[in-house]
């Protein structure tokens, strides 16, 4: 059983070594996804891989978790809720961009595919 520190490690290794095939070794079969880029909610796996596809062939990928924003909650058995804030930075025309991001995530500690369902939004501007 994984804790679910491990998996949120576990995922952004992923997206920083551009694994497609990782990030989908996560995801359980009828998990949601909520993406940080697109403006649809993603139920299907075909949808979550043309997503993560789409965002794993970006110039300079990476992510950097905001440590201190880090929150767990046991939610019930070897359900967790995961929320935070993270910073991902790819490049666009050969700039390096930052978006900084919150996000939240349901996982059943004990599946092989541990993400049920996964939200990330950009921050946006303060009023």
Known sequence: MKKP??????????VNEGSLEGLLALYDEKAVLIPTFSNRLLA???????YFSKLCG???????????TLNI???SGPIYA???????RFA???ELLSFEARFSYMVDVERPKPILHHH???IPRML
Do not use: F, T
């Open 5 to 14: 520190e491990q998996i949120l490690k576990e995922w952004m290794q992923a």
């Open 44 to 50: 299907k796996p075909e949808g979550i891989r043309d």
């Open 58 to 68: 970006r110039e300079e990928l990476s992510i950097a978790l905001h440590e201190k």
């Open 73 to 75: 909650q046991n939610v």
């Open 82 to 88: 995961i929320h935070g804030i993270y910073c991902w």
């Open 92 to 94: 666009i025309a050969g």
């Open 120 to 122: 990330s939004s950009q």
